[in-house]
Nanobody, 126 residues
Framework: QVQVVESGGGSVQPGGSLRLSCTTS????????MAWFRQAPGKEREGVACITARGRPTTLLPSVEGRFAISRDNVKNTMYLQMNSLEPGDTAMYYC???????????????????WGQGTQVTVSS
């Protein structure tokens, strides 16, 4: 049984930082392309960043370029999203997604991902 679990969300003030983590079980982690998506109330789910099985990162959302960084540790079966200089517009539920892919590219579309976590809430407010 595949499980995808996010952690690390919380409430922070503008300018603060958080690091999200995503762990998986029941799948071969180092064969998965991974991604972070987010969804704010009343809005579509949007891709934030993705990373290939071998660790090549891609930022999907221009507004987080230079503030967020995606990474992974294939030994620990864990993916991360380091979020700095957080803004109120970053408030959303953040989701981890995975799909098998060994290519040197990752997918921007949510429909390409087979496995999803339940999400972790990030709230940025003063």
């Amino acid at each position: 049984q595949v499980q995808v679990v996010e952690s690390g969300g919380g409430s922070v003030q503008p300018g603060g930082s958080l690091r999200l983590s995503c762990t998986t079980s029941g799948l071969k982690f180092d064969h998965q392309t991974m991604a972070w998506f987010r969804q704010a109330p009343g809005k579509e789910r949007e891709g934030v960043a993705c990373i290939t099985a071998r660790g090549r990162p891609t930022t999907l959302l221009p507004s987080v370029e230079g503030r967020f960084a995606i990474s992974r540790d294939n030994v620990k079966n864990t993916m991360y999203l380091q979020m700095n200089s957080l803004e109120p517009g970053d408030t959303a539920m953040y989701y981890c997604a995975a799909t098998p892919n060994l290519g040197d590219f990752c997918y921007s579309s949510r429909w390409e991902y087979d496995h999803w976590g339940q999400g972790t809430q990030v709230t940025v407010s003063s």
